[in-house]
């Protein structure tokens, strides 16, 4: 993984999900330096979550994806949710 995937990890505010409450939940962070053509991968053991190609990701703007329901029902408890840069 490029080191922007590290920036990211480093810098996200911890937070828990209640996996059975039947909504979808956005996940937010923000990036330690400016991406340009880049793609925000989020992971959990090993199983990709999400995926989004962006033109540009910049410091100054908090960013969110949003993780369905379905896919949270699927995933263990005390799970570790990676947000990922990649360029």
Known sequence: YSSAASDVYKR???Q???L???RDVKLY???????RDATIR????GQALYT??????TPG????VTIRSDVLSSLRERSEVLIQIEC
Request: proline letters at 3%; glycine letters at 6%; hydrophobic letters at 30%.
């Open 12 to 14: 996200q505010v911890p």
């Open 16 to 18: 828990k999900v209640n």
């Open 20 to 22: 059975n409450a039947g």
């Open 29 to 35: 962070f923000r990036v330690g330096d400016v991406y």
């Open 42 to 45: 989020v992971t959990c053991d």
């Open 52 to 57: 989004r190609k962006k033109s540009q990701l």
């Open 61 to 64: 703007e908090m960013e969110h």
